[in-house]
């Protein structure tokens, strides 16, 4: 059983920059893809991005490539989300989420463990 701890999330102003934390525990981190979705009220949960077990592999949605970077460090059990030029339409609930597979994808359903997440909002 891997459980899943977001932070960092908050209010940031259009432009401004915010970095999430996902803290992992249980499970063999260094061993599992991770990813991070967001969803907004009335909405599917979307994808964001996703990182493979050692890091060489990083996938992006359109809508955040160029402006959001996800990393990892295996040595903290922790995976991040440094997000940049924040838009008003990035305002969401961002999830952390865990394969149990070294492989990313950005498919949500192949995700294992998901954590509580952490809201950010981005005011204009």
């Known amino acids: 059983q891997v459980q899943l701890e977001e932070s960092g999330g908050g209010l940031v102003q259009a432009g401004g920059s915010l970095r999430l934390s996902c803290a992992a525990s249980g499970g063999t981190f260094s061993m599992y893809a991770m990813g991070w979705f967001r969803q907004t009220p009335g909405k599917e949960r979307e994808f964001v991005a996703a990182?493979?077990?050692?890091?060489?592999?990083?996938y992006y949605a359109d809508s955040v490539k160029g402006r959001f970077t996800i990393s990892r460090d295996n040595a903290k059990n922790t995976v991040y989300l440094q997000m940049n030029s924040l838009k008003d339409e990035d305002t969401a609930v961002y999830y952390c989420?865990?394969?149990?597979?070294?492989?990313?994808?950005?498919?949500?359903?192949?995700?294992?463990?998901w954590g509580q997440g952490t809201q950010v909002t981005v005011s204009s």
């Open positions: 989420a865990s394969r149990t597979i070294s492989i990313a994808t950005t498919e949500r359903g192949r995700y294992a463990y």
């Open positions: 990182i493979s077990s050692a890091g060489g592999s990083t």
